[in-house]
């Protein structure tokens, strides 16, 4: 898949990739290096101007099929209150749902039912407004997942909001994912995050650099240098370790996998 | 508890009334206002608008906020009315320059049927959650739709705008701060000084609040909405 927003200047070029069904695959890369454009492509944002792309089986390249794609392939943005149609947390939730076919009734208890899965059951009388960036952030997902999607798209979701609300939403997702099988496309700078992913995808300037699991993708720094990014904490503690002759073997990448070498 | 675009969270018979029913109560007690135009009239008029303040149990703090916000402007319109209106029996003249009765009694009538429609306007926002609002709009609207007139994207108009009312708010805010740690408050300094540092203001809101709309819309999209399509319904009264 190619894509380019000004003729001559493509911002991805010749990007292959497949996900699995409930595949988790973290996509890393620095900024400008087509994370976000690749993800508006999986929910057929934008228009596809060369190569294939099917999402959950659906052609992307169809005009006809793309509601029936975005049913399937939900997004959370990055900033959780820029995504929010009603100051009303039940009425968000109901609004996808109901864009896509639903009755109201129907969509009222998918709304339900999306907000007990995000941990906030019994918001649905809330104001946005008054919750906190993470509580707004599982709203956003809930929103998504009212419609049960097929393949879950996050592009930066967890930026915007502090530890706690990124644990609160990292959470709610991977649940999500494991109770309905979704599959996960997580663009993100949290090396942490991406290291908890079953594959990870790194990009640099329009291109998949490298794609394989976290152990072999994340603790390769001079590949990660070259895409603008640094291994995950774990690693780079690893890697002090070694140089110090502290330690040695391949190194972590999950903070778990630190204190189990360590204990070893 | 106060919600930050406005709303008060007392109980009265305002906040009682159906939000359809505020609406075109606004819109009729606006009609009488504009067209008060004897010091009767529009002493009548800002009796009711009054007892209105009074009976919604907001106070008057809370509903005169808005129209401490407007003095200056009040005044900027008094003054070129009652100088530049009617050329007629000036009491005093400097080129140009003439100050009038009949300017200043023009100039009144105007600050006060401002006045008091900024006063209906902020009962109206102190009395009804953003919600209901957006369902008042959409119950309004409704007979419309069997004119083939778009009334569900009318009603999703506004309640999205409502919905970002509080977040350009805390913008805003944010930005008056920033500027006033670099440059000083706006509201401080000459007439001069104080326009350019609410134009610099204005710069970034406007750029913040297109790219807020331009995110909001790949969302919406996202999300399956589409205009020539079946629309989502936000903001209904009895839904989850």
Same mark, same amino acid.
């Given at each position: 898949m190619t894509h380019a927003?000004? *003729? !001559? +200047? *493509? #911002? @991805? +070029? !010749?990007v292959s990739l497949d996900v699995a069904p409930g595949e988790f695959v973290a996509v890393v890369g620095e900024n400008g290096s087509g994370k976000t454009t690749l993800a508006r492509h999986l929910n057929a944002l934008? *228009?596809?101007?060369?190569g294939e792309l099917a999402v959950a089986g659906i052609d992307a390249g169809d005009p006809t099929r793309v509601w029936e794609l975005r049913r399937a392939c939900g997004m959370v943005f990055q900033? *959780?209150?820029?995504?929010?149609?009603?100051?009303l947390v039940g009425e968000d939730v109901a609004f996808g749902p109901r864009n896509f076919g639903a009755g109201e009734k129907d969509a009222r208890l998918a709304a339900v039912r999306a907000l007990a899965d995000v941990g @906030?059951? !019994?918001?649905?009388? +809330?104001?946005?407004? #008054?919750?906190?960036g993470g509580q707004q952030q599982r709203v956003a997902l809930a929103g998504v997942l009212a419609s049960d999607p097929d393949v879950l798209v996050l592009d930066?979701?967890?930026?915007?909001?502090d530890p706690q609300g990124r644990d609160e939403l990292v959470r709610a997702v991977l649940r999500a994912r494991s109770e309905r099988s979704t599959a996960l496309v997580w663009v993100t700078h949290d090396m942490e995050l991406a290291a908890r992913a079953d594959r990870v995808v790194v990009m640099r300037a329009g291109a998949v650099a490298a794609a394989g699991v976290p152990a072999e993708v994340l603790s390769d720094r001079a590949l990660l240098e070259s895409a603008g990014l640094e291994p995950p904490l774990a690693t780079r503690v690893w890697e002090g370790l070694v140089r110090r002759g502290a330690a040695c073997g391949p190194a972590p990448v999950t903070v778990e996998g630190l204190v189990s070498a360590l204990c070893d | 508890m106060r919600s930050s675009v406005g709303y008060v969270w007392v109980d009265s018979p305002l906040h009682r009334a159906p939000a359809a029913a505020k609406l075109v109560g606004l819109l009729v007690a606006v009609a009488l206002v504009v067209l008060a135009s004897s010091p009767v009239e529009l002493a009548l008029a800002a009796f009711g608008v009054a007892a209105l303040v009074a009976a919604s149990r907001v106070g008057w703090r809370a509903a005169l906020r808005s129209l401490w916000g407007l003095r200056w402007f009040l005044l900027v319109v008094l003054c070129m009315n009652a100088l530049f209106?009617?050329?007629?029996?000036?009491?005093l003249s400097l080129g140009p320059v003439r100050l009038t009765l009949a300017g200043a009694a023009q100039g009144a009538r105007i600050v006060a049927r401002t006045a008091l429609v900024v006063v209906l306007g902020t009962l109206l926002t102190a009395t009804t959650r953003p919600q209901q609002l957006t369902s008042g709009v959409r119950d309004l609207l409704r007979p419309l739709a069997r004119l083939g007139v778009p009334t569900e994207a009318a009603a999703l108009a506004v309640g999205v705008t409502v919905q970002f009312v509080p977040t350009l708010l805390r913008e805003s805010r944010q930005l008056m701060r920033a500027q006033a740690l670099r440059c /000083?408050?706006?509201?401080? /300094?000459g007439i001069m000084r104080r326009a350019v540092s609410y134009v610099r203001l204005l710069v970034p809101v406007f750029v913040s609040a297109f790219r807020r709309a331009d995110e909001l819309s790949v969302a919406m999209e996202a999300r399956g909405y589409r205009i020539d399509g079946r629309p989502g319904r936000p903001g209904g009264e009895n839904r989850p």
């Open positions: 927003y000004a *003729p !001559g +200047r *493509p #911002t @991805l +070029r !010749g934008l *228009p596809l101007q060369s900033t *959780p209150e820029n995504q929010f149609v009603s100051t @906030l059951a !019994g918001f649905e009388r +809330r104001d946005v407004h #008054t919750l906190s930066e979701a967890t930026s915007m909001i | 209106f009617s050329a007629s029996d000036p009491l /000083g408050p706006a509201s401080s /300094g």
